[in-house]
């Protein structure tokens, strides 16, 4: 799959080969008995016919992506996104382990599981209950609480390895759950070992973060709409500056968390919303990485804000706290 991004193709043209070649993975994986069939590219689906039908509907009939991550049996869309930039940044190998920062519903995870495999392992932590894809671990909570940070450090040290992914088991991961705290017995065996102290905390090969803030709780509206909580959790806010600022603080949160967990050589994926403030972030990245890159993923919808900053190969001698104090 990642030999396809060599091929020179019109713009966008890439995504949609990358995608018919994970198509084509997943479909080799289903059974026989069920058949396999090409869905039409870009621009040929028939639009809602219905007069009731909403304008959201009709953009999800019309979106080849969404169409084709059904297909795949892909938790959403977004799993393209990270095809992309893998295809073009080469992030994952196996036996990796990788952080995946508001992983629900799980669609990232899905793909870096099947990136890192047979020995490596992949985490997921968000909010929102979701159930973990098929070798993945998950952690519910609000990662920018401490507590929250603590426990996945403490998994983290007290799992350095991870099972064989290569194994069939169950159809989901598993579920980390609250436990007394492995830091000090780890501290105590690499003082015997040497491995932790080498380390030094540094566990994690790849985080990725595509989170966003959740926007305060309304009231008066029908529960299914802005007073639903999986709404105000699953949606930007429509304010630009308000989405743009949320997203400041994730990114800033998730690289402190990098600055205390990846590894030297590791890398780093963080989704922001345009504003004045991702300059600030993208020279902290250019301090602590060998190479930054902005991108703009083509199955990203093109009136989306989104935006990611791809930060490659960490610099093992500089820490965040050098980077802010000049």
């Not at 968000?126 to 426990?151: N, Y």
């Not at 029908?222 to 400041?248: F, K, Q």
């Not at 706290?321 to 000049?326: F, P, W, Y």
Request: one cysteine or more; aromatic letters at 8%; glycine letters at 8%.
């Amino acid at each position: 799959m990642r030999a396809l991004a060599r091929i020179t193709t019109s713009r966008g043209g890439l995504a949609r080969v990358l995608a018919v070649s994970y198509l084509s993975l997943a479909a080799a994986a289903v059974a026989p008995s069920t058949p396999w069939r090409y869905t039409a590219p870009p621009g040929c689906a028939r639009a809602a016919s219905s007069a009731s039908s909403s304008q959201w509907k009709q953009r999800q009939a019309r979106d080849w992506y969404g169409r084709a991550a059904k297909v795949a049996s892909l938790k959403s869309r977004a799993a393209f996104k990270l095809i992309e930039m893998d295809s073009k940044y080469k992030l994952f190998k196996s036996g990796q382990t990788v952080i995946d920062l508001g992983y629900a519903p799980g669609s990232w995870s899905q793909v870096a599981v099947e990136l890192v495999k047979p020995h490596g392992r992949v985490v997921g932590v968000d909010m929102i209950p979701a159930q973990p894809p098929k070798g993945v671990s998950t952690l519910q909570g609000d990662f920018r609480k401490e507590g929250v940070q603590k426990l996945l450090k403490d998994y983290l040290v007290e799992f350095p390895s991870a099972p064989d992914l290569g194994v069939p088991g169950g159809e989901g991961g598993s579920i980390i759950s609250d436990r007394p705290s492995y830091i000090d017995t780890e501290r105590a065996d690499s003082a015997d070992h040497g491995d932790g102290a080498a380390n030094d905390g540094r566990l994690v090969d790849v985080i990725l973060s595509d989170m966003w803030a959740p926007w305060a709780r309304a009231t008066g509206y029908p529960s299914r709409t802005l007073d639903n909580a999986y709404y105000r959790l699953m949606n930007v806010s429509g304010n630009n500056g308000r989405d743009h600022a949320g997203s400041m603080l994730l990114c800033n949160a998730a690289l402190k968390f990098a600055n205390d967990t990846l590894r030297a050589g590791g890398h780093f994926v963080c989704k922001f919303y345009q504003g004045n403030e991702e300059k600030v972030l993208e020279g902290k990245l250019k301090k602590l990485f060998t190479r930054v890159h902005r991108e703009k993923p083509y199955s990203s919808r093109p009136d989306s804000k989104e935006m990611y900053f791809v930060a490659q190969s960490r610099k093992g001698a500089v820490i965040l706290e050098n980077i802010d104090d000049t």
